[in-house]
Nanobody, 122 residues
Framework: QLQASGGGLVQAGASLRLSCAAS????????MAWFRQAPGMEREFVAG????????RYADSLKDRFTISRDVAKNTVYLQMNGLKPEDTAVYYC?????????????????WGRGTQVTVSS
């Protein structure tokens, strides 16, 4: 089970760190990724981390502000978000894939956790 947390209501320019805790699964056995979905929009790729944790991939528009990481001991994946903007408002989801590398297509991820809401006010 994947459980995302850490969302909230913040002002523009603030930072948040989202957490994705994996229970019953070892997150380092999977490619892990964060997606987000704003109202009326399709789910979009945010960031991903390969199994060994040494390669990351980001949406081009987010790579300067967001950082994905993993704590193997805690079996948790994080998304550090800095300089938040109102357009970052969305429900953020973590997901796991059995592929050998990070892909951006949501349909490649077989397991999804419940999302956490991030709202950024201007």
């Amino acid at each position: 089970q994947l459980q995302a947390s850490g969302g909230g209501l913040v002002q523009a320019g603030a930072s948040l760190r989202l957490s994705c805790a994996a229970s019953g699964r070892t997150s380092s056995n999977y490619v892990m990724a964060w997606f987000r979905q704003a109202p009326g929009m399709e789910r979009e790729f945010v960031a991903g981390l390969n199994r060994s944790g040494d390669r990351t991939r980001y949406a081009d528009s987010l790579k300067d502000r967001f950082t994905i990481s993993r704590d193997v001991a805690k079996n948790t994946v994080y998304l550090q978000m800095n300089g938040l903007k109102p357009e970052d408002t969305a429900v953020y989801y973590c997901a796991a894939s059995l592929l050998d590398f990070v892909v951006t297509a949501a349909q490649s991820y077989f397991y999804w956790g419940r999302g956490t809401q991030v709202t950024v006010s201007s």
